[in-house]
């Protein structure tokens, strides 16, 4: 009998232990809950420099249209949380070394110009510069934001080289310009010597029987003046910043024969270093700087085609049966420069690029 007394107290004893035992697991778990969120909350609220460097001088519209107000909303919609160190006009190395910058975390955010990573950036460089893929600035630059954030162009050209795109814009598509030469149909650019980007459009004016000319942007007035190039292939806002507009003639309207994308990048270590709050606002204030910076653009490159023809200037616009034969020829070349890429990502991010830009 007092054995199974006894035996009826332990049994208690060992229930009442376990109990309070399970009692101590939950308040533990529920206190390690609570850490995270208190963790998670202090991070929220922690201020937060990110350095941002460019290229661009600070008067440059890029600057004043684009970059400055991106960091303004980042820094609104983290309500002062994000604050920004920023170092324009190459102050922490050139245009074409700054992406590099960002990858060693020199830098946390960052300009950066596809053309100029040819291996570096293998689909933007090369698909970009197609012709006829777009009608004007904003289209492209929408539809390549999206793209741009989706395999296969957010591993090939981002994430490989450890940053991760946060604003896009691409240049308003390339026409032709000389001073007397008038150009209507691809079959006049034959014989012509053209100032080219490099890449995918040296490849195109080889196509349509023209001789590309590299020359660097700030020799391209010289050059031009003196004949050692006789056409201008480039967009109207990228001639009128470098006053080519006093020593042309005439030039076209609606080739819409390639351009070329640029954007800040962010370094892809700080970005996952980043609380969630801020992700959602550098992403957020990214996708304004795209559309309002290329709505903008897109308004000015036409205001400065209207004064080119105030100034005398002849602009032909390309339209009908003309037009006809610019996309007939842009067909075959993007066929053909498609199969030599020999790549699916390629060939997928143009069907991408498509499908979207129809969007817009």
Same mark, same amino acid.
């Given at each position: 009998?007092?054995?199974?007394?006894?035996?009826?107290?332990?049994?208690?004893?060992?229930?009442?232990?376990?109990?309070?035992?399970?009692?101590?697991?939950?308040?533990?778990?529920?206190?390690?809950?609570?850490?995270?969120?208190?963790?998670?909350?202090?991070?929220?609220?922690?201020?937060?420099?990110?350095?941002?460097?460019?290229?661009?001088?600070?008067?440059?519209?890029?600057?004043?249209?684009?970059?400055?107000?991106?960091?303004?909303?980042?820094? @609104?919609?983290? !309500?002062?949380? =994000?604050?920004?160190?920023? &170092?324009? #006009?190459?102050?922490?190395?050139?245009?074409?070394? /700054?992406?590099?910058?960002?990858?060693?975390?020199?830098?946390?955010?960052?300009?950066?110009?596809?053309?100029?990573?040819?291996?570096?950036?293998?689909?933007?460089?090369?698909?970009?510069?197609?012709?006829?893929?777009?009608?004007?600035?904003?289209?492209?630059?929408?539809?390549?934001?999206?793209?741009?954030?989706?395999?296969?162009?957010?591993?090939?050209?981002?994430?490989?080289?450890?940053?991760?795109p946060v604003a896009t814009y691409?240049?308003?598509?390339?026409?032709?310009?000389?001073?007397?030469?008038?150009?209507?149909?691809?079959?006049?650019?034959?014989?012509?010597?053209?100032?080219?980007?490099?890449?995918?459009?040296?490849?195109?004016?080889?196509?349509?029987?023209?001789?590309?000319?590299?020359?660097?942007?700030?020799?391209?007035? @010289?050059?031009? !003046?003196?004949? =050692?190039?006789?056409?201008? &292939?480039? #967009?109207?806002?990228?001639?009128?910043?470098?006053? /080519?507009?006093?020593?042309?003639?005439?030039?076209?309207?609606?080739?819409?024969?390639?351009?070329?994308?640029?954007?800040?990048?962010?370094?892809?270590?700080?970005?996952?270093?980043?609380?969630?709050?801020?992700?959602?606002?550098?992403?957020?204030?990214?996708?304004?700087?795209?559309?309002?910076?290329?709505?903008?653009?897109?308004?000015?490159?036409?205001?400065?085609?209207?004064?080119?023809?105030?100034?005398?200037?002849t602009i032909h616009e390309i339209?009908?049966?003309?037009?006809?034969?610019?996309?007939?020829?842009?067909?075959?070349?993007?066929?053909?420069?498609?199969?030599?890429?020999?790549?699916?990502?390629?060939?997928?991010?143009?069907?991408?690029?498509?499908?979207?830009?129809?969007?817009?």
């Amino acid at each position: 009998m007092v054995m199974k007394k006894y035996s009826m107290i332990m049994g208690l004893l060992i229930f009442f232990l376990m109990l309070a035992g399970c009692s101590s697991s939950s308040g533990n778990t529920s206190n390690s809950n609570n850490q995270s969120a208190n963790e998670q909350e202090d991070a929220e609220q922690e201020t937060i420099t990110l350095n941002l460097a460019s290229a661009h001088s600070p008067t440059h519209s890029f600057a004043e249209k684009g970059i400055e107000p991106f960091m303004e909303r980042v820094t @609104e919609l983290t !309500d002062g949380q =994000v604050q920004f160190d920023y &170092y324009p #006009a190459e102050q922490l190395g050139k245009a074409a070394d /700054l992406i590099g910058l960002a990858q060693d975390g020199a830098t946390d955010i960052t300009y950066y110009a596809s053309p100029y990573y040819p291996s570096k950036m293998p689909i933007g460089s090369n698909l970009l510069g197609m012709p006829g893929l777009f009608e004007d600035t904003y289209q492209a630059s929408m539809a390549f934001h999206t793209v741009s954030q989706q395999s296969p162009v957010l591993e090939n050209d981002f994430l490989n080289n450890g940053v991760r795109p946060v604003a896009t814009y691409v240049t308003p598509p390339f026409d032709f310009f000389t001073k007397d030469i008038e150009i209507k149909v691809p079959e006049d650019l034959k014989g012509l010597k053209v100032r080219s980007p490099g890449g995918v459009q040296s490849k195109l004016l080889e196509f349509v029987g023209a001789t590309p000319v590299s020359v660097p942007t700030p020799e391209m007035y @010289e050059a031009f !003046d003196k004949g =050692v190039i006789d056409t201008l &292939y480039a #967009a109207v806002m990228s001639l009128d910043d470098v006053k /080519l507009n006093e020593v042309i003639g005439t030039g076209t309207k609606g080739a819409a024969y390639g351009s070329g994308s640029v954007g800040l990048v962010i370094s892809e270590k700080k970005w996952q270093e980043l609380p969630d709050n801020v992700k959602e606002a550098i992403t957020q204030a990214g996708m304004e700087f795209t559309e309002n910076y290329s709505t903008f653009i897109l308004e000015e490159n036409e205001k400065a085609i209207e004064r080119w023809i105030s100034e005398g200037i002849t602009i032909h616009e390309i339209s009908g049966a003309e037009q006809e034969q610019w996309q007939k020829v842009a067909e075959e070349f993007n066929a053909k420069w498609i199969e030599e890429q020999n790549s699916e990502d390629f060939t997928k991010a143009v069907e991408m690029l498509q499908t979207e830009a129809q969007k817009y």
